[in-house]
C-alpha cells in the first residue's frame, strides 16, 4: 500500500478520507463515523455513498435500540429479597 495516496475533504457537512484503491477508485471512510465504510470512483460519488451509508447505518442503529428496548427485561414490579 505504499504509495497509495490519502485525502481529507469535506462538503461543509460531512468530513471524509479518501485512500486511494489499488483497483482505482477510492476507499471511502469518515473520521467521524468509525463504521462508515464505502467505495467510490469519484470523490463526487464518494459524498454521494457516504450520505447513503451514513443513512442506513442510522436506520440499522435506530433498529437495534429498538430490538434491545424490547428485549430488555421488563420490571415486575416486586421486590425480591437476596439471601
Not at 476507499?27 to 450520505?51: C, G, H, K, N, R
Not at 440499522?60 to 428485549?71: F, N, T
Request: glycine letters at 6%; hydrophobic letters at 35%; a positive charge.
Amino acid at each position: 500500500m505504499s504509495g497509495m495516496k490519502r485525502y481529507t475533504v469535506s462538503d461543509g457537512k460531512l468530513v471524509l478520507n479518501l485512500e486511494e484503491a489499488e483497483e482505482g477508485g477510492y476507499i471511502v471512510t469518515s473520521p467521524t463515523d468509525p463504521a462508515l465504510i464505502t467505495q467510490a470512483e469519484t470523490i463526487e460519488e464518494a459524498f454521494e455513498m457516504a450520505y447513503d451509508a451514513k443513512d442506513l447505518l442510522k436506520a440499522a442503529r435506530r433498529d437495534l435500540r429498538k430490538k434491545s428496548k424490547s428485549a430488555a427485561p421488563r420490571p415486575t414490579g416486586r421486590r425480591q429479597r437476596v439471601s
